[in-house]
C-alpha cells in the first residue's frame, strides 16, 4: 500500500456543540454561584454593622447614665445639706466624699460614651457637657483635701451641684428626645434590612430550585447522551466488526490501535498480532514503505498531507504470507484520547482487477478487431475501386460522338452502374469513418439559401423522371450566413431528398428551413407525399442495412445505408436527425442543427456548377502503377491532355526511374508489390536524385484521415483517390503547379531555385496542410491573417517556454496544462498545423494521467516540431510573424 498522506482534522459536529453547550452551561453556573457569594457577603456586613451599634446602645445605656447621674448630683446635694446642718459631724463629710466619687465616675462614664459623639451636635450639649467636667475637676482638689478645708466650701459645692444637676437634667432630656428619634430611624433600617433579606431568601430560594431543575435536566440529558453513547459505540463496534472491508486505526506514530475481522480475513494477521504493531511493517510493501514513512514525517512537521479525506484510491497492500495485491483505501482523521488518529478502510479489490483487466482486453480484442475492420474496409475499398478506375476511366476516354445512340445508351449504363457501385463503396467507408470517430468537419460560415438551391437544381431532372415536383420554400434571410460543414449537410440533404424522390411517385417533395428558434436551432425538413412509413417500422429506419416495406423494396434497390448515414452525420455536427411518417400519408424527415456563427468563424463558398477543369499545360510525367489496366487509363487520359507519360509497374521501377532524369509530377500507386509507394516516395525524398523535390501525388483508394496524413508525413503532396478521372486528374495537376497552369521546372530547382515544383514539394514532411492553409489564405485578409499568426505563435512561444518549468515544479498543475494544450490545438489547426495540433492533443490527454516522465518527452517533441512548423511558415512568408517573439 501506497503512503498514507494525511489531511486537516475535523471534529465531528455533535462533539463540537455538545463541547460549546458545556462551556455555556459553566459560565452560567459560575456567574450564579459569583452573584450568590456576593450577595451573602453584603448581607452579613450590613447585619454586623446594626448588631455593633445594638450592642454598642445596650453596653453604654446613655439614657439610664444621664438619669442616673442626676439622681446621683441630687444625692451630692442632700449629703451636702445634711454635712452643713450638722457640722460636728465628722462621719457625714466622708459620705460628701462619697457621693462626690459617684457623680465624678457618672459624669466620666457620660464623657467616655461614644453615642455623645452625636450628642454634642445638639444645640447646648458642648456648654452642658463643659459644666459638668469643670465641676468635676474644681472640686477634686477640695474633695481630696482636709476636713478644715472643705466644710467652709460645702455650701458653695452645693450651688455649684444645682447647677450641674440642671445641666444633667437638660442633657437627659435631649438625650431622650435625640435617642427617641435615632430609635425610630434604626426600626426603620432594621425593617428594611429584614425586608431586603427576606426578599434575598426567596430570590435564593427560587435561583436554588432554578439550579437544581437545571442540573437535574443536566442530569437527565447526560444520561440519555451515555445511553445514546453507549449504544453508538456498540453500534459502530458491531459495524467495524462485521464490516467486510478492512478497518484498521493507526496512531500518529504508525502503531496500530484497531483491527477488525475484516482486516484479519484481508491481510492474514489476528488483531493480537497486529494492535501493536507498526502498521507499514504489517501492510505495505516494501518498495513502499520509506515513502509511506516520509509521508508521516512531513504530515507531523507540516500537517499536510495527500490521502486523508481524498476519497478511494486504488494502492498496494501485502499480506502476511508476502504476496502484493490491490486495495481501495479511503483514509479519513479523527481525535483520539492521546491526539489525532487515522482510520483507514480498505477492500481488496483483486477480483475486479482481474474483471477490468478482462474487460481491457476484451476491449483492446474490439479495437483491433474494429481496426481490422477498418483495414478490410480500406483494401476492400481499393480492390473495387481499382475496376472501377478502369471501368469508369475508359468510358471517359470513349468518343460517344463517334458511337450510335444504341452504343451510348449501353456506356450510360455502364456508367450509371459504376457510379452505383462507387457509391456503395462510398457508403460503405462513411460508416467505417464515422463509426471510429474518423469523419472530418470543417465547420465555416457558408450560404445556406444556396446550397439549398442547388440541391433543388441538381435533384429536378431525377423529380421529375418520377412525375415528382421538387419545392423549395422561401427560406428566411438570415440563412445566407450559417454555420456548419456545408459539405457534410448538403451529403444529409442530398439523401433525404434522394430518399423523398425515390419513394415518390407523381407527388410532391418540398425543402424548407424554420429558424423560428433562431440560428442556434435550425430546422431543415424535407416532406413528399409518397406511401408513407408504418409506425412498426419507424424505429429502425436508421438502423444499417434497413429496407423498409416491401413496396419499397419491390421498387427500390439501395443498402440501406443512407440514413445511418445522415444520422450519424448530423450527430458529428452537434444536431439530431428524426421523421414522422403515416402510411399513405407521406413522410417527414427532419434534421435540427445550431447553425449560429461565431465571429471568427471562417467563411466557406458553395461553388456552382463548375465547367470541367481545362487541361493543364504538357508536363513529364512519372505513372508508377502495377494494375494494368489503371496504368492505360491513366496513360490515356494524360496523353489525351498533351503531357508525356513514361510508365513503371511497380515501386522499384519507378525509383530507378526518378533517379536517372527529372520529371514535372510524379503519380504514384500506394498498393504495389515489392517496394510499395510511400517506400519509394520516401526513399525518392530521402535521396539526392533529380526529383528529391519533384511533387509526388499518391493515387489510392486508401482515403482515411490517418492514411492522407500517413502519405504526407513521408513527403507526397497530394492525394487523388481512385477511381480516376479527366476532371479530377487535371484539377490535381493544375492545383499542384500553380494557379497560373503549368511551370515548367527551372534546371536549377534541384540546388535551390523557387519554382512552384520546389516550393509545393518539400524533403521534410510537410508541417503544414497545404490545402488547408491556401483555403484560410483565400479566405482571410492578408493583414488579419498574419494578425492571427503572430498572436498563435506568441501564445505556443509563451506555453512552451514555461511548461519546463512548470513540469519541473513540486506539484504541477496538470489540469491547467492540459487545458491550455487543449486550446492551442485548436488554434494551431485553424492556420493547418496539424502535426503541431496532433501533438498537442496528445499532450492534453497526457496531462490528464500526470505521466510526469511522458510530458517532459512530449515537449521536447513540441518544441522541435513549432520549430519545424515555424520554419515552413517562414519558407510561405510569414517569417516576422511566427519571429515575432524572438
Not at 459536529?13 to 450564579?32: K, W, Y
Not at 479489490?349 to 479495437?367: G, H, M, Y
Request: aromatic residues 4%; hydrophobic residues 45%.
Amino acid at each position: 500500500m501506497a503512503t498514507l498522506g494525511t489531511g486537516q482534522s475535523a471534529q465531528p459536529p455533535r462533539a463540537i456543540e455538545f463541547s460549546r453547550n458545556s462551556l455555556v452551561r459553566r459560565g452560567l453556573a459560575v456567574c450564579i454561584v459569583a452573584l450568590l457569594i456576593g450577595v451573602i457577603v453584603v448581607l452579613v456586613i450590613e447585619v454586623r454593622h446594626q448588631l455593633e451599634q445594638l450592642n454598642a446602645s445596650a453596653a453604654t445605656n446613655v439614657q439610664w447614665s444621664l438619669g442616673q447621674a442626676e439622681t446621683e448630683v441630687m444625692a451630692l446635694q442632700i449629703a451636702t445639706q445634711t454635712a452643713i446642718l450638722a457640722p460636728d459631724e465628722p462621719d457625714l463629710l466622708k459620705h460628701v466624699r462619697l457621693r462626690f466619687d459617684v457623680v465624678y465616675s457618672r459624669i466620666d462614664t457620660l464623657n467616655r460614651a461614644d453615642v455623645l459623639i452625636e450628642l454634642r451636635k445638639l444645640p447646648g450639649m458642648e456648654a452642658r457637657l463643659a459644666l459638668t467636667q469643670a465641676f468635676r475637676s474644681d472640686w477634686v482638689p477640695l474633695i481630696d483635701g482636709p476636713d478644715a478645708a472643705l466644710r467652709p466650701a460645702l455650701p458653695q459645692l452645693f450651688d455649684q451641684a444645682e447647677l450641674v444637676r440642671q445641666a444633667v437634667r437638660a442633657l437627659a432630656l435631649d438625650g431622650v428626645s435625640f435617642f427617641a428619634r435615632a430609635g425610630d430611624v434604626r426600626r426603620i433600617e432594621i425593617s428594611r434590612i429584614l425586608s431586603s433579606i427576606g426578599m434575598m431568601t426567596v430570590a435564593l430560594v427560587g435561583i436554588l430550585l432554578i439550579l437544581m431543575i437545571a442540573v437535574l435536566r443536566l442530569a437527565r440529558q447526560r444520561e440519555r447522551e451515555a445511553r445514546l453513547n453507549h449504544e453508538t459505540r456498540e453500534r459502530l463496534e458491531t459495524i467495524v466488526s462485521t464490516s467486510l472491508d478492512a478497518v484498521v486505526v493507526i496512531d500518529q506514530t504508525d502503531r496500530v490501535i484497531e483491527w477488525n475481522g475484516a482486516a484479519e480475513r484481508v491481510f492474514g494477521y489476528t488483531n493480537r498480532e497486529a494492535v501493536g504493531a507498526e502498521m507499514s511493517s504489517l501492510i505495505v510493501p516494501e518498495h513502499f514503505r520509506p515513502m509511506h514513512r516520509q509521508a508521516m514525517q512531513r504530515y507531523a512537521r507540516t500537517g499536510v498531507g495527500r490521502v486523508v479525506g481524498r476519497g478511494i484510491v486504488q494502492l498496494e497492500a501485502r499480506h502476511k504470507d508476502g504476496s502484493i495485491f490491490p486495495v481501495d483505501l479511503s483514509l479519513a482523521e479523527a481525535q483520539g484520547p492521546r491526539g489525532e488518529i487515522f482510520v483507514a478502510f480498505m477492500r481488496d479489490i483483486t477480483d475486479r482487477v482481474r474483471a477490468e483487466q478482462a474487460l481491457r482486453r476484451a476491449r483492446d480484442r474490439a479495437v483491433a478487431g474494429e481496426k481490422q475492420k477498418a483495414e478490410l474496409l480500406a483494401v476492400m475499398s481499393h480492390e473495387m475501386r481499382t475496376p472501377l478506375n478502369g471501368i469508369l476511366g475508359t468510358l471517359d476516354l470513349c468518343e460517344t460522338e463517334q458511337l450510335d445512340e444504341k452504343n451510348r445508351r449501353h456506356l450510360r449504363i455502364i456508367r450509371q452502374s459504376g457510379e452505383v457501385l462507387l457509391s456503395h463503396v462510398n457508403d460503405v467507408l462513411d460508416i467505417s469513418r464515422l463509426d471510429a470517430g474518423k469523419m472530418p468537419l470543417r465547420k465555416r460560415r457558408f450560404d445556406l439559401v444556396a446550397l439549398m438551391r442547388e440541391i433543388i437544381d441538381s435533384q429536378t431532372p431525377r423529380a421529375s423522371a418520377l412525375g415528382n415536383k421538387l419545392h423549395l420554400l422561401p427560406p428566411s434571410p438570415e440563412l445566407h450566413n450559417a454555420y456548419s460543414d456545408p459539405d457534410r449537410l448538403r451529403q444529409i440533404l442530398l439523401n433525404l431528398v434522394s430518399n423523398a424522390i425515390k419513394f415518390t411517385r407523381n407527388g410532391r417533395i418540398t425543402l424548407e428551413a424554420d429558424v423560428s428558434e433562431g440560428l442556434n436551432a435550425v430546422e431543415l425538413r424535407v416532406t413528399d407525399t409518397g406511401d408513407g412509413i408504418a409506425a412498426q417500422d419507424l424505429g429502425r429506419i436508421f438502423d444499417d442495412f434497413v429496407t423498409i416495406d416491401s413496396s419499397y423494396g419491390r421498387r427500390n434497390t439501395g443498402t440501406g445505408l443512407g440514413l445511418g448515414i445522415s444520422q450519424r452525420l448530423a450527430v458529428a455536427l452537434g444536431g439530431e436527425l428524426g421523421a414522422e411518417s403515416e402510411p399513405g400519408d407521406g413522410s417527414l424527415f427532419w434534421v435540427r442543427l445550431p447553425m449560429d456563427p461565431p465571429a471568427d468563424a471562417p467563411v466557406a463558398r458553395i461553388p456552382a456548377n463548375e465547367p470541367q477543369a481545362a487541361p493543364p499545360r504538357a508536363l513529364d510525367v512519372l505513372l508508377v502503377e502495377d494494375n494494368a489496366i489503371n496504368r492505360e487509363v491513366a496513360r490515356q487520359m494524360l496523353e489525351r491532355d498533351g503531357h508525356r507519360v513514361t510508365i513503371t509497374e511497380d515501386g522499384q521501377q519507378g525509383l530507378d526511374a526518378a533517379a536517372v532524369r527529372r520529371f514535372d509530377v510524379i503519380l504514384m500507386d500506394i498498393s504495389m508489390p515489392g517496394l510499395d509507394g510511400m517506400t519509394a516516395a520516401r526513399m525518392i525524398r530521402a535521396g539526392k536524385g533529380p526529383n528529391v523535390r519533384t511533387p509526388i501525388v499518391a493515387t489510392t483508394a486508401h482515403a482515411l484521415p490517418e492514411e492522407v496524413r500517413a502519405f504526407r508525413a513521408v513527403g507526397m503532396d497530394r492525394v487523388l483517390t481512385k477511381p480516376i478521372t479527366v476532371a479530377s486528374l487535371r484539377r490535381t495537376l493544375t492545383e499542384m503547379l500553380g494557379r497560373g497552369g503549368v511551370t515548367t521546372p527551372d534546371p536549377e530547382a534541384a540546388s535551390g531555385g523557387t519554382d512552384a515544383s520546389q516550393a509545393l514539394a518539400e524533403t521534410a514532411p510537410p508541417r503544414i496542410d497545404a490545402a488547408h492553409f491556401r483555403e484560410v489564405t483565400e479566405e482571410l485578409a492578408d493583414d488579419h491573417l498574419r494578425a492571427m499568426l503572430a498572436n498563435c505563435a506568441k501564445e505556443i512561444d509563451r506555453f512552451l517556454d514555461h511548461l519546463p518549468e512548470a513540469l519541473a515544479a513540486p506539484d504541477p498543475t496538470f489540469g491547467s496544462l492540459s487545458q491550455e494544450a487543449h486550446r492551442l490545438a485548436g488554434s494551431a489547426g485553424v492556420f493547418g498545423a496539424l502535426p503541431m495540433a496532433g501533438l498537442l492533443r496528445q499532450f492534453q490527454t497526457m496531462a490528464r494521467s500526470e505521466d510526469l516522465a511522458a510530458l517532459c518527452t512530449q515537449g521536447r517533441e513540441l518544441a522541435r516540431c513549432w520549430d519545424e512548423t515555424c520554419a515552413e511558415l517562414a519558407r510561405r512568408g510569414y517569417a516576422e510573424q511566427v519571429d515575432a517573439n524572438d
